[in-house]
C-alpha cells in the first residue's frame, strides 16, 4: 500500500484533465465599453419612449422628503402656508400668488390627506404667527382618526442621513430624465396589465395613476394628458368613484369641529391666523359630495365652530365655471384663475394678505375655459 501523496505533490484537476490554467486572451476592456453603449443606447430608447408619453424632465416626484423640506421654510420664518388635500394642491398657482401679494406661499397640501393634522402641527409651533390658508374637500377634512399618523410629519421630525441622500441624489436626476417618473417605471407599467389574471388580486384599473405634474417647491397641477387624452381621463374619474363612500356621522363631525376650532384657537394664540377655502368640483361630484355631507353640517358648521372666514367657490361666480376635466381637479389655466381670485377674496377679509399697488387685473372664468366638451 503506497503513502498518499501530500498536498503540496497533489495534482489539480486542471492538470489532470490535460486543461490550461491561463485565462484567454479577451480583449476585456472593449467588451465593457460595448456593454456600456448598449445600455446607454436602451436608456436613450427608454427615455424617448417616455417623452413620447408626455413625460417630461423635471417633473418631480412628490414625496416625504419633498414636503419636509417645505416645512423646514416656515422653521426660517416663511409665514404664508398652505394646508389641505389635492384640490388646493392642484389649484394654487405660486406665479400668480406671487403677482398679486409679492409673496409665495409654502405649499404643505397632501393628496388625499386632511389637513388637520399639519393644522395642529402648526398649531403647536409657539414660533408660528403667519397666515394659514386651509383648502378642504370636506370627505376627505371630516376624517378624524384619534391618533393621526402622516408620514410626511415624520419625516419632518425625523429624517436619516440616508434618506436625505436619497431625496437629493433623485432630485438631480429627475431634472435631466424624464423615464424617473414613479408612476411609468418598468414594474408599475408590468403591474397594470394583470387586469384578473390571477384571483382575487386588486384590479390595477381602481388605482389611482398619474394625475399630476409637480415643479420645485411642491408646485403641483394636473398632468396635461388627463386634458387630452380620453382613456386616461375616463380613468382617472372612475378611480375617484370607485371606492364606497359613507354618509358622515354626527360623531365624525363633532370630533373634527373641535379638532378645527382647537387648532385654529392655538394658532391665533401665538399671533397667526386661519382662513379657509372650499376649491371647486365638479357639479357630477358636487351632487354626491352634498349628499354624503351637506353643506350646513359640513361647511357651514366648521367655519361657525372654529369662528373663521371661510370663502367656497359656489359663492364667487370668478370661481365657477372653471374646467375640471377630471370632475375633482382644475386645469391649470384655471388653476391660475381659481389662484387669482382666492387671493383677492382673502385678501378683502384680512389685513394678513394685502394686493401689491401695482397688481394685474382680475382673471375671470373665460380666460381659461377650452369651450371643449369632455366625454
Sequence with gaps: MHP?????????????????????????????????????????????????????????????????????????????????DSRILFGTDFDRFEALTGRRPIQLALTGTPAIPVLQDLAGDADFHGLVLVGISELVYFRVDPEPKNAALERYRFESPAVRSEFVLRRAL????????????????????????????????????????????????????????????????????????????????????????????????????????RPPSAYQFRFGEEHYLPRDRGWDALLAAARVQGIHFEDDPAMQGLDLPEYSHLTRACARVYTDAYVRAVAARTPRLMLLANAPTALAPADCRTGAVRR
Design 4 to 84: 498518499s501523496p501530500s498536498s503540496t505533490e497533489r495534482p489539480s484537476v486542471a492538470d489532470r484533465a490535460g486543461v490550461a490554467t491561463h485565462l484567454p486572451d479577451v480583449p476585456w476592456l472593449r467588451h465593457f465599453g460595448v456593454a456600456v453603449l448598449i445600455a446607454l443606447a436602451l436608456l436613450a430608447v427608454w427615455e424617448w419612449q417616455m417623452r413620447g408619453l408626455q413625460l417630461s424632465a423635471g417633473d418631480l416626484d412628490d414625496s416625504a422628503s419633498a414636503w419636509a423640506e417645505q416645512r423646514r421654510r416656515i422653521d426660517a420664518g416663511a409665514d404664508v402656508v398652505i394646508v389641505g
Design 174 to 277: 429627475e431634472q435631466t430624465f424624464a423615464f424617473l417618473d414613479e408612476h411609468y417605471r418598468l414594474g408599475t407599467l408590468a403591474h397594470r396589465m394583470d387586469r384578473g389574471w390571477r384571483e382575487g388580486a386588486a384590479d390595477p384599473y381602481d388605482e389611482v395613476w398619474k394625475v399630476a405634474s409637480s415643479g420645485a417647491n411642491r408646485e403641483t397641477w394636473l398632468w396635461p394628458r388627463i386634458e387630452h387624452d380620453a382613456r386616461l381621463r375616463a380613468h382617472a374619474r372612475h378611480a375617484w368613484t370607485q371606492g364606497k363612500v359613507a354618509v358622515v356621522g354626527d360623531d365624525v363631525i363633532r370630533a373634527t369641529l373641535a379638532a378645527t376650532a382647537d387648532a385654529v384657537a392655538r394658532i391665533r394664540a401665538h399671533g397667526g391666523e386661519v382662513v379657509f377655502l
